[in-house]
C-alpha cells in the first residue's frame, strides 16, 4: 500500500559526507513516522533515526548523534539522512521504513549500500 525507495548510498572516504533520500507514496504515507535502519555485515538491523509525520520529534541512536540529521519535507513525502563524519563504523546497507502509530502498519525499502573507507 506504501511504497518506499531510497537513494543516495555510494562510497565516501572516512570523514566524510553524504545524503541519503527517501521516498515514500501510496495512500496516507503522508501520515506516516519515518525511520532509518541500517545494517552491517554480521550484525542485526540497529535504529539510527526517526522523524514523526509532523516533524515534531527526532530521535538518534547514540552512535550517530551529532553526526547525521534527519528530515522530511512533506511536500513530497521524502525524508532525508544527511550524514556528516563519516566514520568506517557506518559502513551499511541503510533502509529506509515508514510506519504508522505502534507499527500496525509498516513498509521498508530496498536498501541503499553506504560504504565507508578507512
Known amino acids: 500500500q506504501v511504497q518506499v525507495v531510497e537513494s543516495g548510498g555510494g562510497l565516501v572516504p572516512a570523514g566524510g559526507s553524504l545524503r541519503l533520500s527517501c521516498s515514500a507514496s501510496?495512500?496516507?504515507?503522508?501520515?506516516?513516522?519515518m525511520a532509518w535502519y541500517r545494517q552491517a555485515p554480521g550484525k542485526q538491523r540497529e535504529f539510527v533515526a526517526t522523524?514523526?509525520?509532523?516533524?515534531?520529534?527526532?530521535l538518534y541512536a547514540d552512535s550517530v548523534k551529532g553526526r547525521f540529521t534527519i528530515s522530511r519535507d512533506n511536500a513530497t513525502d521524502t525524508v532525508y539522512l544527511q550524514m556528516n563524519s563519516l566514520k568506517p563504523e557506518d559502513t551499511a546497507v541503510y533502509y529506509c521504513n515508514a510506519h504508522s502509530r505502534n507499527w500496525i502498519r509498516y513498509y521498508w525499502g530496498q536498501g541503499t549500500q553506504v560504504t565507508v573507507s578507512s
Open positions: 522523524i514523526t509525520w509532523n516533524k515534531r520529534q527526532t
Open positions: 501510496g495512500r496516507a504515507s503522508s501520515m506516516y513516522n
